[in-house]
């Protein structure tokens, strides 16, 4: 159940006449998620989702929600913000954050086929180009400096072996942020966290990325490689599907060449992309939210994918 702050139909009909939106007409909860309270809000004007944001704060918020109008307008699928009469994405309601986005066609993909990691691709590398010139910045803060600060925090849990694999991958990590070649990595406003859950399909159709709340400023290639890692693996045992694989990186490739930088940072940039997820997934478990009120996510599927991306190589990028 993910409705933290109940919402009625009377509650929203003052609240909502500073959109121009019309009346509304109905709310109805949305059970996923758990971050935040979502509502399906229809109007006279046509279906939107309302959220109210139970963590992130009025001054957190304008990053992502100006980045969802700046891709919205550039034509990127996306859910678009829609503006109040003073132009504000974010106004109170119930004394929290909240705002109203676009509807989105469709459900989630959750048995992906090349033809839908395609899609995510070619949309990946078309959103990559349209935010280059978004104003806002914030850093990835699930990059580099918060597994620094993670990693002690999580590694009195571990037994000898995950320790080890923890202290190394990060050891070679902190080399590889620092080398040459990853300065000369192409760096802008990315998603960070497009699982198959937040994105949405009408049949084979792509209808929009959603859930931006972890976007930030990173390498475009650190993006490919967590969006890699979640659509184009054998969830058992997350090894990489070479046809999946491919027709993702083509896509991409074919709408926003890939550099030899980046072909060179491939393969230990997926090792990032699976350790950003393991410490997180370590840390949620380890480290739990005071309030938390769900099963954290299992770690060890992380940990398989680094070991694997250690192990065997994927896929060259192009
Ligand atoms: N713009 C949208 N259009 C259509 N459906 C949406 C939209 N935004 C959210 N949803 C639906 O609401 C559900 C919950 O949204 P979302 O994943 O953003 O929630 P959350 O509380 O931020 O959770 P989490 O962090 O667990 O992903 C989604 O799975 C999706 O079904
Ligand atoms: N995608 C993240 C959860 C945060 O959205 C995970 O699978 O760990």
């Given at each position: 159940?993910a409705?933290?702050?109940?919402?009625?139909?009377?509650?929203?009909?003052?609240?909502?006449?500073q959109?121009?939106?019309?009346?509304?007409?109905a709310?109805?909860?949305?059970?996923?998620?758990?971050?935040?309270?979502?509502?399906?809000?229809?109007?006279?004007?046509?279906?939107?989702?309302?959220?109210?944001?139970?963590?992130?704060s009025?001054?957190?918020?304008?990053f992502?929600?100006n980045?969802?109008?700046?891709?919205?307008?550039?034509?990127?699928?996306?859910p678009?913000?829609?503006?109040?009469a003073?132009?504000?994405?974010v106004v109170?309601l119930?004394g929290?954050?909240?705002?109203?986005?676009?509807?989105?066609?469709?459900?989630s993909?959750?048995d992906?086929?090349?033809?839908?990691?395609?899609?995510?691709?070619?949309?990946?590398?078309?959103?990559?180009v349209?935010a280059?010139?978004?104003?806002?910045t914030?850093p990835?803060?699930r990059g580099?400096?918060w597994?620094?600060?993670?990693?002690?925090?999580?590694?009195?849990?571990?037994?000898?072996?995950?320790?080890?694999?923890?202290?190394?991958?990060?050891?070679?990590?902190?080399?590889f942020?620092?080398?040459d070649?990853?300065?000369?990595l192409q760096?802008?406003?990315v998603?960070?966290?497009?699982?198959?859950?937040n994105?949405?399909?009408?049949?084979?159709?792509?209808t929009?990325?959603?859930?931006?709340?972890?976007?930030?400023?990173?390498?475009?290639?650190?993006?490919?490689?967590v969006?890699?890692?979640?659509?184009?693996?054998?969830?058992?045992?997350?090894?990489?599907?070479?046809?999946?694989?491919?027709?993702?990186l083509?896509?991409?490739?074919?709408v926003?060449p890939?550099?030899?930088?980046?072909?060179?940072?491939?393969?230990?940039?997926?090792?990032?992309?699976?350790?950003?997820?393991?410490?997180?997934?370590?840390?949620?478990?380890?480290?739990?939210?005071?309030?938390?009120?769900?099963?954290?996510?299992?770690?060890?599927?992380?940990?398989?994918?680094?070991?694997?991306?250690?192990?065997?190589?994927?896929?060259?990028?192009?």
């Open positions: 159940m409705v933290f702050t109940p919402v009625s139909l009377d509650d929203v009909s003052q609240w909502i006449t959109f121009p939106l019309g009346k509304p007409v709310i109805k909860g949305i059970a996923s998620g758990i971050e935040n309270s979502n509502f399906f809000l229809t109007t006279e004007r046509g279906e939107y989702v309302l959220t109210i944001f139970e963590n992130l009025f001054e957190q918020l304008p992502y929600l980045l969802m109008r700046h891709l919205a307008d550039r034509g990127v699928a996306v678009a913000p829609i503006a109040n003073d132009g504000q994405l109170p119930h929290k954050p909240a705002s109203i986005v676009t509807k989105l066609v469709g459900k993909q959750m992906p086929q090349p033809v839908h990691c395609a899609e995510v691709g070619a949309m990946l590398a078309k959103m990559h349209a280059l010139d978004y104003t806002g914030q990835n803060l580099l400096d597994w620094n600060w993670a990693t002690p925090q999580v590694l009195p849990f571990l037994s000898d072996a995950e320790a080890h694999l923890l202290r190394a991958e990060m050891h070679f990590q902190e080399a942020y620092g080398c070649t990853y300065k000369q760096q802008g406003p998603h960070a966290d497009l699982f198959r859950n994105v949405m399909f009408d049949g084979d159709k792509l929009g990325f959603f859930d931006f709340y972890f976007a930030g400023c990173d390498s475009w290639l650190f993006d490919v490689a969006t890699v890692n979640d659509w184009c693996i054998d969830l058992d045992t997350g090894v990489l599907d070479t046809a999946r694989v491919r027709a993702m083509d896509a991409y490739h074919a926003r890939f550099t030899e930088a980046e072909q060179t940072a491939w393969q230990p940039m997926l090792r990032a992309g699976a350790l950003r997820f393991w410490l997180s997934r370590l840390y949620d478990l380890h480290q739990p939210r005071e309030a938390e009120m769900l099963t954290p996510h299992d770690p060890t599927h992380f940990e398989r994918i680094l070991r694997e991306r250690i192990a065997v190589a994927a896929p060259a990028l192009y």
